[in-house]
């Protein structure tokens, strides 16, 4: 892709959603629609918050949102990180409208209300859950859509891996994203990553950063597909290459490793 027409897109993601125009789909160069995906982060304490959050995500939540068309619905256990137990809920829409008016959607859905009855009315000194926080992001161009890994459908083992990169300035934010479009992309390819989604952070807190997750069947199996990744002499051309080293382009990056819960559809 031309430098150009990628610095065009990327940003005019963000502004075409600012403009007020966000019920419509963006559209990748190739004509598939870019999703929009909502990720939450329900931070609880261990006993009874844990429970009743499980059981309203996957009795209440997820089925009430599938009626609204987000589908498939990531759900997620903190394993390796800061700030356990955390629950991690990933939301894909190729309409921004529809995740951000979800919630008031929920509110009319007599079904959802009823199941979600003790979660929503837990009371004060039984709060279901400490703080939700919430990210808004939008599928990098050369990514659109998120792929479901291939062991999901006959609930096969598998752990998920969730890198967020922050930015010195929005500059260097772009330049990261490009660099994905300029080679990265196919690296991840021949290492054998299960790529899940890569998004690119419209709202959310210590921007600018970029999302992406990805899935293996095990922690010895990601090792191996970093070490792969590392060796591969595409990667080691675009580090070297002075579009993307004259300076440092990734400021802070968080790395965590999920376990996906028995209710997840991803």
Same mark, same amino acid.
């Given at each position: 892709m031309k430098r150009r027409q990628f610095l065009t897109s990327s940003l005019a993601a963000s502004a075409f959603a600012l403009a007020g125009k966000a019920s419509d789909a963006q559209v990748a160069s190739n004509g598939t629609p870019r999703e929009y995906y909502e990720l939450r982060q329900y931070h609880m304490q261990n006993g009874p918050?844990?429970?009743?959050?499980? @059981?309203? !995500?996957?009795?209440?939540?997820?089925?009430a949102l599938n009626?609204?068309?987000?589908?498939?619905?990531?759900?997620?256990?903190?394993?390796l990180g800061p700030q356990t137990p955390t629950l991690y809920v990933l939301l894909p829409s190729i309409r921004l409208e529809t995740l951000v008016t979800a919630q008031l959607q929920l509110a009319q859905d007599a079904t959802f209300m009823k199941a979600a009855?003790?979660?929503?009315?837990a009371p004060a000194?039984?709060?279901?859950?400490?703080?939700v926080e919430s990210s808004l992001m939008i599928a990098f161009e050369g990514q659109p859509k998120l792929t479901v890994p291939p062991v999901t459908a006959s609930h096969g083992k598998r752990?998920?891996?969730?890198?967020t990169y922050?930015?010195?300035?929005?500059? @260097?934010? !772009?330049?990261?994203?490009?660099?994905?479009?300029?080679?990265?992309f196919d690296v991840f390819q021949r290492a054998g990553f299960w790529p899940v989604f890569y998004g690119d952070v419209l709202v959310g807190?210590?921007?600018?950063?970029?999302t992406y997750m990805l899935s293996y069947p095990d922690l010895a199996e990601m090792n191996a597909k970093w070490a792969a990744f590392g060796a591969d002499p595409e990667w080691k051309r675009?580090?070297?290459s002075p579009r993307f080293n004259y300076e440092e382009i990734v400021s802070n990056i968080t790395n965590l490793v999920l376990t996906p819960t028995s209710y997840s559809q991803i």
């Open positions: 918050q844990t429970k009743l959050t499980d @059981a309203y !995500v996957s009795d209440a939540l997820i089925p009626r609204l068309g987000i589908s498939p619905v990531g759900a997620f256990n903190l394993t009855k003790p979660f929503w009315n000194n039984q709060p279901a859950y400490g703080r752990i998920f891996q969730l890198r922050e930015s010195p300035s929005n500059q @260097a934010h !772009v330049r990261k994203v490009e660099m994905f479009h300029s080679g990265e807190p210590r921007l600018p950063k970029l675009l580090t070297s």
